[in-house]
């Protein structure tokens, strides 16, 4: 009922002048029956417990109501005198307790088979970082980091916002359809969530931990999630997108992937000039450092320090190195050694260095990064 | 003998001036001051709460940058928790205790003093966090370690020993009034003769002492990990996270209940009052509460539904959780029957009253919903939730709060309120509550997560009609200020009863009440 009058709801207040402008929302207003067994199990199991709920509210209310409206002393009547009964008390204890138990049965087979992970096909490893996700294909030898791909001008309102505002990464979780997927979340730093509402899976990322959810994906498709913990100053914008994909549209994705790898590989071992190791830092940095410390060097202070002119990102080397690989104890900033890559974290050194007018002139070579993290 | 009696006649009357306030030991003065304090907490935490609406206004960022947001939720839900709704039921424990119960005052009076007087000094050590390099506490009301500890800014230690100042006032004021109620009752009152609103705080007080303590364990376990290199909560050092979230919430559950208990008593009182017709079925009620109180006990981790708990455990949290239905039910049923066949008038503390039954009901039914641990996976840290608790305590012990105020307030000051803006008053909450929190449902159903400060296009419209709905909640505010003190200075002098032969103690008392009550224990029919 009720979800049916919000059309008209909807006309009413969205013809009036003040929300007609630059509204963009679908005014939606109920949990997706999403794409899988377990989030059609679990929609269903939220409308029975609304309905009934409804059903309560309106035998509760309706007395109630009724009551407000002809027991009134305006109508002139004189009230009753009667204030106890055990058996009324009974009955109305009795029924609440039928109708939970009537709840609980199915919402127990819906527990159960929510917490089977047995017999996967895929493994995924899936870690939490201040503010982005990991994504790890444990058998295949595959990993990458998914980060928000929105612009900060969207963000800053420069520029109008597009569909997929805050809802779009830079690279998706690819898995294939019809595939019993495991996925094992964990936390580097804090505690976040992974949560996709059309796969029905939230699961807390908590660190030193690995928890288990599982899914299995009937149709290709692009579904959009968010981190549910609070987890700092980004928790809301680090989205997640599952892209599922036919089993053969998987196997070529992984096989670009697989080759990837290995070309990274590669430039890792490859002597770099300045210029190709400024042009990829730019792109590093934009992606992992500017929300911090800003695209223009400038930092947001205290919290978060400038780069331009500081004296970590001038002084010598090693010490900048350091901070980037180790973080720093006590204050915002992450370890970036296990995020980035050599040739990223060479990269984004040797960008910081040279940026917005710091031009030290010097350079790391990706591999310098790499024996330096064999050596620890 | 005479210069004892012109001696014992000076004290009759409070002090003058400041020192009246500051070494008051009267139940009446420190009830005013709580009651004070927290309608500035109100004020504050709800400014915050604007700030909060204004940027969800629309999607992107405009007016605050997401490291003030996060400091803005944070210190929205502490305040209103521990500067707003707990105070205030403390302040009206101590206007109406002794009242209720026929005591001239509380049991331990200086001590009285003492937990009122440490409160401000909490709140200013909270709130100067706000200016400090760094700023204020960002990590949510419910600080989740490690973003609390590890990862939180240096202000946390002010948070800390904040947290704990509150702490002991709550302890001192719960043992307080645990006290009065044991030991001070007229001889006649036997326990089952109290007033409810008695016998929620009774059981109210019971819980404070049980979780406070557990409160103050958990964030001097956090001050170990910050300060003294323990591991607690680091799982680098051996620690563990979720043990942060089972101590925090086996206070955190008896906790919202310490916030609603007190408002189903008030509740209790009023609803007979303006039905004309006896409370149905005390003894179910005293029941009902007790119950409650115990359950709260044994369901803290349905907060943490989606931790990863085992499925033994997932499952028995669930099933504790929906029992705490049953006892809510009896309490709503018994409401009801009151109202059925009543004669009924609506002055402003019984509109208060009737739409607290109506929507902390609908609170109850959506945290029933939220009790279904796997439909719990979708709703668990989104919208749902922040409307769920905020129809649990906004009409629940908010709307509570300001029904105990219209109704007492007469008794008093001894001052009629404005009837007229009193309604104007309920009306204009409950339009702009209901405008607030309703869309938060739609929103989180259809997966907007909590404690985001921007949020995808979808969301946008029903974001904008709950910031209205918040800036008309918000204003209204002001009002209420104006009818108490409008009430306060002046107003059609109130009758000893006030009301139409309402039962109680407190009603055979003039209007205002005298300085000095019940030196001689009443007689109680």
């Given at each position: ?376 | ?85 707990m ?76 947290v704990h100042?509150m702490g002991a006032s709550s302890i001192m004021g719960a ?32 819980l404070l002492i049980a979780v406070m303590p557990v409160l103050a364990g ?33 206070f955190?559950?008896p906790e919202?209940?310490i ?267």
């Amino acid at each position: 009922m009720l979800f049916k009058v919000i059309p008209w709801v909807r006309l009413i207040i969205g013809s009036s002048l003040f929300f007609g402008a630059g509204a963009r929302a679908d005014w939606e207003v109920n949990m997706t029956p999403g794409v899988t067994e377990v989030s059609q199990q679990v929609y269903d199991l939220h409308m029975i417990i609304f309905w009934i709920c409804v059903a309560i509210a309106v035998v509760v209310f309706g007395v109630m109501f009724w009551s407000i409206f002809a027991h009134r002393k305006s109508r002139g009547v004189k009230p009753a005198t009667f204030h106890e009964s055990t058996l009324v008390e009974i009955i109305w204890t009795t029924i609440p307790f039928v109708i939970l138990i009537g709840m609980a049965i199915p919402a127990t087979t819906a527990l159960i088979d929510a917490y089977d992970t047995s017999e996967s096909e895929l493994d995924i490893k899936i870690t939490g970082y201040q503010w982005k996700w990991h994504y790890d294909y444990l058998e295949e030898g595959v990993g990458f980091f998914s980060n928000l791909s929105t612009p900060a001008d969207e963000i800053n309102n420069l520029t109008p916002k597009l569909d997929n505002y805050l809802l779009e990464v830079d690279e998706p979780l690819v898995v294939p359809i019809n595939k019993k997927i495991r996925f094992l979340i964990t936390a580097n730093d804090v505690i976040h969530a992974w949560w996709v509402p059309a796969i029905a899976v939230k699961k807390d990322a908590i660190p030193g931990f690995i928890n288990e959810a599982w899914t299995i994906i009937p149709e290709p498709g692009l579904y959009r999630g968010q981190c549910a913990e609070l987890c700092g100053k980004d928790h809301g914008f680090m989205p997640i997108v599952v892209e599922a994909k036919t089993q053969a549209d998987y196997d070529l994705w992984l096989g670009e992937r697989q080759e990837a790898a290995a070309k990274e590989r590669e430039l890792r071992d490859k002597v770099w000039t300045l210029e190709g190791l400024m042009e990829r830092g730019e792109k590093v940095y934009a992606t992992n450092c500017a929300a911090c410390h800003g695209l223009d060097g400038k930092g947001i202070p205290p919290a978060f320090p400038a780069l331009k002119n500081s004296a970590i990102a001038t002084g010598d080397m090693a010490g900048h190195v350091d901070v980037v690989l180790n973080g720093s104890a006590g204050t915002y900033m992450s370890a970036f050694g296990s995020q980035l890559n050599p040739v990223e974290l060479a990269a984004v050194i040797t960008y910081e260095r040279n940026a917005w007018g710091n031009n030290i002139g010097d350079f790391i070579q990706p591999i310098d990064i790499a024996n330096m993290q064999v050596a620890e | 003998m005479s210069t004892l009696e012109a001696h014992g006649h000076d004290h009759h009357g409070p002090a003058k001036g400041w020192r009246r306030w500051l070494y008051t030991t009267n139940h009446k003065d420190i009830g005013t001051l709580y009651l004070w304090f927290s309608f500035i907490m109100f004020l504050v935490g709800g400014s915050m709460a604007m700030v909060i609406r204004a940027e969800l206004f629309e999607p992107g960022l405009q007016i605050v940058q997401p490291e003030f947001f996060n400091q803005m939720t944070t210190m929205h839900g502490l305040i209103m928790v521990f500067g707003a709704v707990m105070p205030a039921f403390v302040g009206l424990a101590n206007w109406l205790v002794p009242m209720m119960v026929g005591a001239p005052d509380m049991a331990l009076p200086r001590m009285n003093n003492l937990s009122f007087w440490i409160l401000p000094f909490a709140f200013a050590l909270l709130l100067s966090t706000l200016f400090m390099d760094g700023g204020a506490p960002n990590f949510g009301w419910t600080f989740y370690a490690p973003l609390s500890t590890t990862y939180a800014p240096s202000t946390v230690t002010y948070f800390i020993f904040g947290v704990h100042i509150m702490g002991a006032s709550s302890i001192m004021g719960a043992i307080n009034i645990i006290a009065t109620i044991l030991n001070m009752r007229t001889p006649q009152m036997t326990l089952m003769k109290m007033p409810l609103f008695v016998w929620t705080w009774l059981i109210t007080a019971y819980l404070l002492i049980a979780v406070m303590p557990v409160l103050a364990g958990v964030v001097t376990m956090m001050l170990m990990d910050i300060h003294f290199g323990t591991s607690f909560f680091s799982a680098a050092g051996g620690g563990d996270p979720v043990l942060f979230q089972h101590v925090f919430w086996f206070f955190g559950h008896p906790e919202v209940y310490i916030m609603i208990l007190p408002a189903f008593g008030i509740v209790s009182q009023i609803i007979p009052t303006f039905s004309r017709k006896k409370l149905f079925g005390y003894t179910s009620m005293v029941y009902a509460t007790s119950s409650i109180a115990f359950l709260s006990f044994i369901v803290w981790a349905h907060h943490m539904f989606t931790v990863g708990i085992p499925l033994a455990g997932e499952l028995f949290f669930m099933y504790a959780t929906m029992l705490i239905a049953v006892p809510t039910g009896v309490k709503v049923f018994n409401w009801v029957a009151t109202m059925f066949r009543g004669a009924m008038t609506f002055e402003t503390p019984m509109l208060f009253a009737v739409s607290f039954v109506v929507l902390f009901s609908i609170g109850g039914f959506s945290g029933l919903m939220l009790a279904i641990a796997p439909v719990d996976f979708q709703y668990h840290d989104t919208y749902f939730v922040v409307a769920h608790f905020h129809y649990v305590l906004v009409p629940g012990a908010i709307f509570g709060i300001f029904a105990a105020v219209y109704y007492w307030l007469p008794k008093w000051c001894g001052n009629m309120y404005d009837e007229r803006l009193g309604k104007l008053h309920f009306w204009l909450s409950f339009v702009g509550m209901n405008l607030t929190f309703f869309p938060m449902h739609f929103v989180g159903l259809a997966g907007m997560p909590r404690r985001i400060p921007d949020y995808a296009l979808q969301f946008a419209d029903f974001n904008q009609i709950a910031s209205v709905g918040a800036f008309i909640f918000g204003a209204t505010q002001w009002l209420f200020l104006f009818i108490v003190i409008k009430a306060i200075r002046s107003g059609k002098k109130a009758t000893a009863e006030v009301w139409d032969n309402p039962e109680g103690l407190e009603w055979t008392i003039p209007s205002p009440a005298p300085y000095h009550t019940f030196s001689t224990p009443p007689e109680v029919k």
